[in-house]
Every structure is written in C-alpha cells, then in structure tokens.
C-alpha cells in the first residue's frame, strides 16, 4: 500500500542553523500538509501546499519557515533559523482530490534544537 | 481560535472490554476524523464522517457524527493489545484547505 516517506526520521541541529526536511507525499496526491507535534501535545497544522503555491498557513508559520515541492514527488519544509521551541515532530500529510480532509500522515521527523 | 475538547485523557481497560471515547466543540465542523498514533509514528487515519448523523463503522471501530455538529465519538468494541496507542478526533469547517483541527489525544492502555 502507498505511504508517505519522510527523511530524515531524527535531525539535531544547533540553534540558529538551517534544516531542511523532506517528504515523498503518495504518488497520485496533490495536496500537501505540514503539521507539527511537540513532545506531548496536540498534532498543530502549518502549512497546506496545492499546485505549487501554499493554500493555508497557520499563525506558526511565520517567515522563518517555507516549502517547496522542488520535482515532481518531493516537497520539503525548511526552517532558516531555528529555534530551541521548533524541537518537535514534523509530520507530512497528503491527499487525493476529493476526499478535503482524508489526509494519510507520514512517520514524521523529530527535529532537536540544541 | 477553534478547539477541540477530546475525553478522557487516558483509559486503563481490560482485554475484552469496550471501549467510548469523544471529542466536543463550541464550534461547527463539516468533518470530523478519527486517527490513531502508534509512539513514534505519524497519525493514522481510522474513520472519516462528512454528515451530522452519521455512523461510520471499520472493523471493531464506529464513529459518529454529532447532530450538532459539534461532537463525535469514538467506540471500540472487543478491545485487543494492538489497540494501545493515542486516539485523537480532528476536525475541519468549511472553506478550509483540508487545515484539520486535532484534539489532545486519548491514550489508551489494553491490559491482557
């Protein structure tokens, strides 16, 4: 069964460093969506991404972070200066058309600011 | 902002047993989903309900969606060890781009 793919599964970074986390959404999808969870607490939306452009973004989302779908089945989430409270779980999600809110949910990238 | 109060935080339950959980809102939503997370792993979409009214099973799994609109719950019936994880309910409205709402999880712990 297709899934979502997300690497790396575990990124530690100093504060202040750029990461980049990458996504494979599912291959017939075409929406993408960026959540975060920190350690505990609720799955929190960032961003939605449709035919190349953000459909959505949260008040989390501010100017530090971006997405890109660089070719056809990557799509990543960059932060440019990271922060001690961006540790968390990273989780991308994608869907079909249709179905708005059947989103499949990939295994997630623990981010570490140190 | 919009919230979703999800019930109870935790369940301690015996194999065998059923299981209720539910997740409520002051405000509406057009689609309420239930996912289930492993530690470790990322959501796992188990039902989705798109109509006030309806009951949706899957499996030992059934869902419903709160006439109001602003409720739904979560049974499971026959609990089994692979049932341990968080359950988290989540909503959308209308007009969003699929921006789903979480609750703050049930964990549930299934004793043999």
């Known amino acids: 069964e297709p899934e979502v793919t997300q690497t790396p599964s575990h990124q530690v970074t100093q504060m202040g460093q750029e990461v980049i986390l990458r996504c494979v959404p599912i291959?017939?999808?075409?929406?993408f969506y960026w959540y975060r969870q920190i350690l505990g607490q609720k799955v929190e939306f960032l961003v939605s991404f449709y035919n190349n452009e953000i459909s959505e973004k949260s008040e989390i989302f501010d100017d530090q972070f971006s997405v890109e779908r660089p070719d056809g089945s990557n799509f990543t989430l960059k932060i440019r200066s990271t922060k001690l409270e961006d540790s968390a779980m990273y989780f991308c999600a994608s869907r079909r058309s249709g179905r708005i809110h059947e989103q499949f949910f990939g295994p997630g990238t623990r981010l570490t600011v140190l | 902002g919009q919230q979703l109060n999800q019930s109870p935080q935790s369940m301690f339950i015996q194999e065998g047993e059923d299981v209720s959980m539910n997740c409520t809102s002051s405000s509406i939503f057009n689609t309420w989903l239930w996912y289930k997370q492993d530690p470790g792993e990322g959501p796992v979409l188990l039902i989705a309900?798109?109509?006030?009214?309806e009951l949706t099973s899957n499996g030992r799994l059934t869902a419903q969606f709160g006439i109001t609109r602003k409720d739904s719950f979560l049974n499971i019936s026959a609990s089994i060890p692979s049932d341990v994880g968080i359950y988290f309910c989540?909503?959308?409205?209308?007009?969003?781009?699929?921006?789903?709402?979480f609750g703050k999880g049930t964990k549930l712990s299934v004793k043999p």
């Open positions: 291959s017939n999808h075409l929406y």
């Open positions: 989540a909503g959308a409205v209308g007009g969003s781009q699929g921006n789903l709402i």
């Open positions: 309900l798109y109509k006030a009214g």
